[in-house]
Nanobody, 121 residues
Framework: QVQLVESGGGLVQPGGSLRLSCAASGSIFSINAMGWYRQAPGKQRELVASITSGGRTNYADSVKGRFTISRDNAKNTVNLDMNSLKPEDTAVYYC???????????????WGKGTLVTVSS
């Protein structure tokens, strides 16, 4: 089992920045990648960014150039730095434990409870 706990959500004005953090614990040896998903009201959950244990990153087109995912393997944490936020970034953001195979990210079914990000003036 893997436990994931997110933090850092909140209300921010358009153009602002936020950092989300995810602390992982448990059987983390089984994980080779971490990801951040988001789900906006009435929409499907989507993968926003992922990072492998080796530091390889991937981003959804909608956030490229604005979001940065990073990880601290020693602390078992993954961060998502979000800049130039837009109202359409409003969503619940979820941390996920997964694996990357052949360049594709697969979630392993481990999720945090989510943290709400609201971008509004």
């Amino acid at each position: 089992q893997v436990q994931l706990v997110e933090s850092g959500g909140g209300l921010v004005q358009p153009g602002g920045s936020l950092r989300l953090s995810c602390a992982a614990s448990g059987s983390i040896f089984s994980i080779n990648a971490m990801g951040w998903y988001r789900q906006a009201p009435g929409k499907q959950r989507e993968l926003v960014a992922s990072i492998t244990s080796g530091g390889r990153t991937n981003y959804a087109d909608s956030v490229k150039g604005r979001f940065t995912i990073s990880r601290d393997n020693a602390k078992n944490t993954v961060n998502l730095d979000m800049n130039s936020l837009k109202p359409e970034d409003t969503a619940v953001y979820y941390c996920n434990a997964g694996l990357v195979q052949m360049g594709a990210y697969y979630d392993m079914g481990y999720w945090g409870k989510g943290t709400l990000v609201t971008v509004s003036s």
